[in-house]
């Protein structure tokens, strides 16, 4: 064992938690799959350590999930993915460039100190001022400065309109530190939140213990044991043994199904806000057309694969937005493209792709990474679109060498997945507006409309949420027309946990919210 970066490294112990000696570890109960002591502590598996437990600094998956059990937000999603008080109880904007804030009294730190407005100006002020290096910096960087009138109250003054910037200081992306925390806080993190840090082991878990002095009602449980198993089938097997108590979006859908008859193991499954796309790139000769891009959605049976692939637990998706969204349109406001092979032949005709050699009109290569579910959908969506003559190449590779390929624009179509950003509607001007090509942002297939900037630019200084709907409403109607990229389906919520647990209720955003206030029994 040796000490890197001030955790502990145990690869040797992961190293054998995983891969073929899985089954024989989990038949003799090595430390891997060792129960804790206390009952009421909750064992959960998860794929691996987080990269940073500050969520000033922490962008993964892991940190931001962990993390928002041991800290708080100024303001909470609620399943609409309308922002809802939390820190902040209420906040007014009196001008575009000025947002005023009003705190919770009351709120404490886990060591006692008390929340107040100038920890939430550290926080802020650390992420944009140079005190950290961090890629969330730029969500906050409208802020031109910060005053604190009093205790509980702080103005952020802009430096332009930032609709979005409330946004970002919301659940699962932002937390309140205490001022004064530097840039190694995230070793050993005092938040406000449900849970206290206990301790860490890089590749091993995170050790978290009940606040019973949560403002916001102490949790049910003692503490939560976060386990970082890498592997997959060592994940159902310790579900299935005992020795884990829940797993969330841990498991491929056959091991999940695998498990519906495990008596011990109960599943939740329901809606998430993740959406899985494929995008082009519109400025390749042959997508160059949007007759095209049409023709390929046409093409697509993407109810087949999800009823093959994903076991049904999908939900087809018309837009980057989560299903049920404040900003979504309906379905009804946009252009649709069934299945239809015999339109999608009538719309490349129209755009002078007649049949060749072997009925073929077009070659397209699509790039992936090596990812099973993603391999898989590629190989039929390669079937599905040779019926209307295009011939679909498929290109994997390993995640870091297909995400330069992408970020570099050298693809002509990509299929990839938004986690948490498209939760803000603000994901259209990073991902379609003109001023976003990388690095500024994630415009990799380099589409550009006019008209798609200006209502974007509206829509980020707009306050009226109704106006702002609106406008957003209509870039989803032009990019539905254009078809720039096609939103595929949101893969379910599928959470796995013993059956000693009640009240597991998961949140579309994937949170571990629910940890809060599920209940153990048992022994």
């Given at each position: ?43 959960m ?14 962008t ?67 992420m ?64 406000s ?44 097997l ?17 091991m ?19 959406v ?14 949007r ?9 697509m ?26 900003a ?133 200084k ?62």
């Amino acid at each position: 064992m040796t000490f890197f970066g001030g955790w502990l490294r145990a690869s040797t112990r992961r190293r054998w938690c995983t891969g073929a000696a899985s089954f024989l570890l989990l038949a003799s109960l090595t430390s891997c799959g060792r129960r804790p002591a206390n009952p009421r502590t909750v064992v959960m598996i998860i794929e691996s350590s987080p990269n940073n437990l500050d969520l000033r600094q922490g962008t993964d998956a892991q940190s931001e999930r962990v993390g928002g059990v041991i800290f708080d937000a100024l303001v909470k999603k609620d399943e609409h993915y309308n922002l809802r008080p939390w820190l902040a109880t209420h906040w007014e904007q009196p001008d575009p460039l000025t947002l005023i804030l009003h705190l919770r009294d009351g709120v404490h730190f886990h060591d006692g100190r008390p929340l107040e407005a100038e920890d939430v100006a550290w926080t802020i002020r650390s992420m944009i001022d140079g005190t950290l290096v961090t890629a969330k910096g730029g969500s906050l960087s409208s802020v031109a400065r910060i005053d604190v009138p009093d205790r509980l109250t702080l103005v952020l003054h802009l430096k332009h309109p930032d609709a979005g910037l409330l946004f970002n200081m919301s659940d699962g992306l932002f937390g309140v530190v205490p001022r004064g925390s530097g840039r190694d806080f995230g070793l050993h993190p005092i938040g406000s939140g449900p849970f206290k840090f206990v301790s860490a082991v890089q590749d091993k878990e995170v050790i978290v213990a009940r606040n019973p002095d949560y403002w916001a009602g102490a949790p049910k449980i003692d503490g939560v044991r976060f386990t970082v198993v890498p592997d997959a089938i060592t994940s159902a097997l310790e579900l299935r043994k005992g020795s884990a108590d829940l797993a969330s979006n841990v498991l491929t859908l056959d091991m999940v199904h695998a498990l519906e008859s495990a008596s011990n193991v109960k599943i939740e499954s329901g809606p998430s806000s993740v959406v899985i796309y494929t995008n082009f790139n519109v400025n390749d000769p042959v997508l160059r057309d949007r007759r095209v891009r049409q023709a390929i959605a046409c093409a697509m049976d993407r109810q087949a694969i999800v009823d093959a692939i994903w076991r049904g637990q999908a939900k087809l998706a018309d837009t980057l937005l989560p299903a049920g969204h404040w900003a979504a349109a309906e379905p009804a406001e946009l252009a649709q493209y069934p299945h239809d092979v015999k339109r999608a032949e009538r719309l490349l005709d129209e755009a002078g792709f007649h049949p060749g050699p072997g009925g073929i009109r077009l070659h397209i290569t699509l790039k992936t990474s090596t990812d099973e579910a993603t391999r898989l959908m590629a190989i039929v969506l390669q079937q599905q679109l040779r019926a209307a003559g295009i011939q679909l190449d498929i290109r994997a590779a390993e995640f870091g060498t297909f995400y330069a390929d992408v970020t570099r624009g050298a693809f002509q179509m990509y299929a990839l997945r938004w986690i948490g950003s498209n939760e803000d509607p603000d994901i259209f001007r990073y991902t379609y507006s003109s001023g976003a090509f990388p690095p500024k942002g994630a415009n990799r297939g380099r589409y550009s409309n006019p008209r798609v900037d200006s209502l974007l630019a509206a829509a980020a200084k707009e306050t009226d949420q109704k106006k702002r709907r609106a406008e957003y409403v209509e870039v989803q109607k032009i990019l539905a027309e254009d078809l720039p990229g096609i939103p595929l389906w949101y893969p379910n919520n599928e959470v796995l946990h013993s059956t000693r647990i009640d009240g597991v209720k998961p949140e579309g955003s994937g949170t571990f919210d629910y940890l809060r206030s599920i209940t153990v029994h048992g022994n």
